[in-house]
Structures are given as C-alpha cells and as structure tokens.
C-alpha cells in the first residue's frame, strides 16, 4: 500500500482499493492506521465542486528523518535523511574506529541530536531509523560486527542494541561496500539490476546487487574479494596466503611499492597525491593495479554478469588511470555476451555514498510490509 | 493465495480471508475462478454434524501435468510432473542437437503426447506448461537462444513459440545448469538459499541460485564460468584465449591428456571409466582438475558466499576423485568465514536433474500471482 502510494500508482483510497482488490472498509482501515502512526498524509480537503473530491495521500516526509551512519577507519559520516531518502544534513568527524565502539557510537549519539535540531533548517525533527555501515564483516540478523580485521573490540558489539536504548528505533548494521553498492543502485544506476560496487583504497571490497537486492551471501562475507588470488602474483598477504588482490592493488601494496623506488608514500592518498603531480611511477602502479583488479574482476564478470560495475574508494579519485587499467584487463578476457552491454564507471555519489545508502537501507527496512504491519500492530510510534 | 493453499497455510475460505485480510467475498470470487479454471480442488462437503464443517481446499494435482523437457547434446529426456512438482514419467532418448531445432523439438512434440497417455496409469492428462533447459545461453524473457556455441541453427529460434502453436501452453526455455541448480536447490538443499551448480562434463558451467532464485545476470549469461582463466596455466582454448577453466579441466581437455599419454579416450564418459578400471593416469588427471576448478571456486566462494556448491555433470560419476581435488583448493584458499559452513556435494538428484529443474521452472512460473491473474482473467483455461 504504501509502495502504491510512493510510487504515485494509486494515492486515493478508492484507487488503492481497485489496485489491491481489497475492500473499501479494509483499506480506509488501514490507511487510517498509517495516517495514525505517521507514514501517510492525507490532503485537507479540498473546496467541493460538485461531488465529494477524493482526498489524496503521500508519503509524510516532513517531522521525520532517518539517519545513515558511515564509518570508516579514520572518519565517521553521519548524514539525515527524509524518508523519500532526501539527504536533508550530513556532518563528517576524523575518528578511529580501533578505539571501540563506545568511543565511535558515542560520538554518533551526540551527534545525532545536533543534527536533528538544525537538519534543513526547518522544525526539529523526530528520529525514525538508524541505518550503518562498517569497514568489516557484519551478522545482517543480529546487527553484530563478526571477527572484523581492522575493528578491534567490535566483534559481536550489539550495535542495535546501542541505538535502541538510546533512541528508541530499529538500527541496522551491514558491511560498508553493501550500503554503497546500494546509493549507487538507488541514486545513479536505477537501470541496473545487476550491479557491483568495487572499493578500491587501503584494502579493496565489494558490493554486490543482484535483482536490485543487496546480495549478502549465508555468512554475510559476499564481495569480500580482496583475498581472490591474482594468477601467477605471489606478493605475500596479511592472510598467510600470497597473491591476493589486496597484497597486488590494494592502496597500502601500492603506496609500498612506491616506497621501495624511494617516493613519499604512507597510504592511498599519497598515491592519489602523486598521481595528481603526475609522478610516472605513480601513474604505472595504478594503471598496473587496475590491471590485477581487472584480471580478478573479468572472472566476477563471467560468472555475475553485471549490467554495471561502480568503482569507487580513495583510489578512484584517480579513475581515468585507475579504470584504463581494469578496462583493459576485463574487456580483454570476458565473455563478449557478459561485455556486451558492460559499464565500468566511477563512484557517481561519491563521499556520501555510505552515509546515504546507510539511510536508503534504514527506510527500505522501515516501509517494508512485514516492518510496516508491526508497527500499526503495536501501539508505539517509533518503526 | 494459491501459496496459502499449497503450504497448507489457509486451506478453507475462511482461513484465506483471515490471512489476507481480504473480504469474504472477494476471496470466494476468486476461490471460484480458481476452481474453474481448475488450479484448485474443494472437498465434496462432509456430512454436517452440528456446524457446517468448512470445505477444505487443495491445489489439482490429477488430470494435469507439466512437461520438463531436458535438451543435451546429444541426448533428450522428457519428464512429466503434477502441479507439487512429483516425477510421473520420464523418457530418454538419444539425439543430435546440432541436427537443429526442427529435429528435436519434432521429437520431443511426438514423445509428449505419447507420455501423457500412460503417464502414472491413470487416465490421460492435460498439459499445462513446457519447461526447457538447452546446453547454451538463452535470453530468458523470449526463450531463445542466443550464439549457442555447441547448438548450429538454434540462434534466436522461438522455441517457445514451436511449442505454444502445437500444445497450446506456454513454454519457458532456460540454460540447462540453470534448472539442474533449481531442482538441486528446491528438491535436495532447499535449506541453503545460496547455491552454486557446477556441471563438470565435456565443458564446464555453473548454475546460480541466488536468495532462492535462478539467478541469471543482465544477459543471462551469468554462471559462464568455463572461460575463467586458471592462474599460471597457459593451455589454448578454443575461445582464442588461453588458460580457460574448460581447456585445463573440462572432460574433453581431461580426455586429450589421456590420450597424449597414450589411453584410449574420446571424452568425459571414457575418463569416467578409466577412472573407474583404477587407471593411475585418469584418476591424478581428474584430481588434477578438480584441482584447477577448485583454484576458480575459491574466488567464486569469496564472492558469493554460498552455503552449498553441488557438483554434477559426467565426471561427478567420479566424485570422489574430482571433489578431492576441489574441496582441497576451495579450503585451502578461500577465506575462512565464507567455508565455515560451506558443503560441496555431488549432485543428489542425478541423471533427473535437467528434466525436474525445466519441470519446476515452469510450474513455478504458472502458479506466479501474474500468470494466475492472467489466466483468470481470460476464459482460456491454459496456465
């Protein structure tokens, strides 16, 4: 129902019922129920001409937000939301995640409020739903962080349960590239059912949309690439393997390899950096970089066949030598069919990609039937 | 609502209305239809003790079958199932397919009519759908195939539409590892939602279940994994690049390096058997290139996070070679959290599996919510 009212295919009671089959008294029922719990307005009515105009309903979008929270390893990004998935306010910190989740929610808990306050400038608004995404593995179900690398004291952190207590909504956690592979679905590539979302900075990840659904895999670790072995490569891995794609093209094996030709280079944005001044040996090893992630994602391509694949990350700041690289590697070794009709592209989001596919997640899980049926259940008003 | 009856969820009027909140009477309209147009059964009222007990509701599984139509190379095996997806019959013959369409589907149009006339020995049944599975690609939407490599004359021929003009119901044409990983899926592992396929024949291919559907990618050519590249292998493929999964682990690749070693073999079937005699040579040869596909899963696995991979095809006849080599590359290379709970098994439905899958395929098609309302809302009585 309130699809049909979103999408502006039926947005009168009596349209909702011809749509749906229902009964008349059903549906005024339940629109009542959402008008009561505030997913629904309803025009006032209109000055009658004749007959009884028909009074129209749309998604409320004003009073509320939802928040979408990003946090990286060095940052966090809290962006508001209106529930048409608007970014109304968007505020980003230096943080570090290794401090712990008490020291990282925290912050996001005494940012949260501010935000609420100022958001687009008009009344304050009332929190709905808290989505977030993290640099590591999650449990979708629970919410929870599992074994994540560079997280340390994250893992099974019931970050739900945080927000719960404190804001009394629903929050749901997942892996970062999932919620940016869904901004990007969402926002920019709406025509792509099919899509992968490559992050490319220290390590390297990927998002993955199949049938326009967030493909998270039984353990929740699909798209974890940066492992997948690059043929005939034997740079040795943080895993114990060697090989790996992170170890070939990730932004910290980039940034050592220039290091060893005595270049200035801690990490990713010093290979951005470089590339910019256009230093040579900089432009090589990205270039070669693309190559190796080109070569492991020509094999994804067979298998998945995307319509799109999106990469973003530190790294893609320097997409034009970035992407020639993976371009040529994958359109040199896919299958034609799988290539046909293929796009490589850069982020088109960018660094507000996590924070708003956080959100996207959040409100997508908040409308949905089942989420909305438990709320006209109940009596709170929180979804 | 047909889902309500067949799960035994809601199987009287009043159950259906309680569960979908629709109004009595809506939901007797459309009970009526669907007895009429004869997707469902009600009970002959029960003698009436007190209270009129209410008429129970089942979906029709006598007087109707569905074809599943299993298309290899050169072989043809036509199966009829009910409406719940039982095996009534089944029929294989061998066949050409580089013969063309005309020839086998001539074929396939005169085993039909003969299988629906003794079928499970009762009286003859009405066809309602045809479900294919073809060794090659096929957009799914029109039911043609596509380039087929191994099937000369098929290019783009409307097999669907042989069908609808001689029987009179629709047909769905689908890759053949496709419905081989659905009927795995629903019939053997319908626990795991997340399910790879891996056919090991002459070739080698991949069927994609994804969140519990076929997942089939923007050209559905999504599951080509036969020209993956293997790391560090350089054997020419006959795609014109070199290294592919097929020309290092495929059955034929497996029985030309018998040959070069002086065995006799033509091609999977001949290895299996050498396999079988104890031959030292075949069976290092097919651990050596359960191996090498082992080395390709291990990055499908990071991937895609399946809870299942089934392995069927010709040289699953020899699966405790082949998996060896498989499970050894798969756990010694994949990460940790994505094998956790991973099982790799052979097939379990076996020589069937084409025929149940395209069988399944369709019948799940003709009790969708669209076909049904299609269906009544015409007065033509196929699904």
Chains 1, 2 share one sequence.
Not at 172 to 181: F, I, P
């Amino acid at each position: 129902m309130l699809a049909l009212i979103s999408s502006g295919v039926a947005v009168t009671r009596a349209e909702i019922a011809r749509h749906t089959g229902l009964a008349r008294s059903t549906v005024s029922h339940r629109v009542d129920a959402l008008i009561a719990h505030g997913f629904v307005d309803e025009d006032t009515e209109a000055p009658s001409t004749g007959g009884r105009p028909p009074r129209r309903l749309s998604l409320r979008t004003h009073g509320h937000a939802i928040a979408g929270v990003d946090i990286g390893a060095s940052h966090c990004r809290v962006g508001l939301l209106d529930v048409k998935g608007t970014l109304l306010a968007v505020r980003e910190d230096p943080l570090t995640i290794a401090d712990g989740p008490e020291a990282v929610l925290g912050h996001v808990e005494r940012t949260l409020p501010r935000l609420l306050e100022v958001a687009d400038g008009t009344a304050p608004r009332t929190l709905r739903a808290i989505g977030v995404g993290v640099p590591g593995p999650v449990e979708f179900s629970t919410g929870r962080p599992v074994d994540p690398p560079i997280m340390p004291g994250w893992h099974h952190y019931p970050v739900p349960e945080f927000f719960g207590e404190r804001f009394g909504v629903r929050a749901l956690v997942d892996n970062d590239v999932n919620v940016m592979a869904l901004a990007e679905q969402r926002r920019a590539f709406s025509d792509a059912l099919h899509l992968l979302y490559l992050k490319v900075g220290t390590g390297i990840g990927c998002g993955i949309v199949a049938d326009g659904h967030i493909h998270r895999g039984a353990q929740g670790s699909a798209g974890d690439i940066g492992h997948i072995r690059v043929g005939e490569r034997d740079e040795p891995c943080h895993c114990g393997n060697s090989g790996c794609l992170e170890a070939v093209a990730g932004g910290a094996a980039m940034a050592a390899r220039l290091r060893d030709v005595g270049l200035e280079a801690i990490g990713s944005l010093d290979v951005v950096r470089l590339v910019r001044e256009g230093n040579r040996e900089a432009v090589r090893t990205v270039r070669e970089a693309g190559r190796a992630i080109g070569e492991v994602l020509s094999g994804l391509v067979n298998f998945f066949n995307p319509e799109t694949v999106v990469v973003g990350g530190a790294l893609s700041a320097v997409h034009d030598q970035l992407l020639a690289g993976v371009r040529e590697a994958v359109y040199g070794r896919s299958n034609p069919l799988a290539t046909n009709v293929l796009r490589i592209e850069p982020s088109r989001i960018g660094e507000n990609a996590g924070a708003i596919g956080a959100g996207i997640l959040a409100i997508e899980h908040a409308l949905s039937p089942a989420q909305v049926d438990r709320a006209l259940a109940t009596d709170a008003t929180a979804v």
